[in-house]
């Protein structure tokens, strides 16, 4: 995972997840499997159909995008 002091962190993994995306993309979360107490992969699917799986992972109270794939 990169450096997480100049990353904003996030308070959920959907959170974490969905920022990167515009509006007008109508990302949403479709399913959350977490992979023990600091890590997840987060489910997303956007307009057009598409889906995008995207990994994140807790430090401390606060959650960050560790990178995201189809």
Do not use: C, Q
């Amino acid at each position: 995972m990169s450096d997480t002091d100049d990353e904003v962190g996030f308070a959920s993994p959907e959170e974490a997840s969905l920022a990167t995306y515009p509006p007008a993309a109508n990302a949403r979360v479709i399913r959350v499997d977490r992979k023990g107490h600091s890590h997840a992969v987060v489910v997303i699917e956007t307009d057009p159909p598409y889906r995008y799986f995207i990994h994140v992972s807790r430090v401390g109270d606060l959650w960050y995008e560790e990178d995201d794939h189809n």
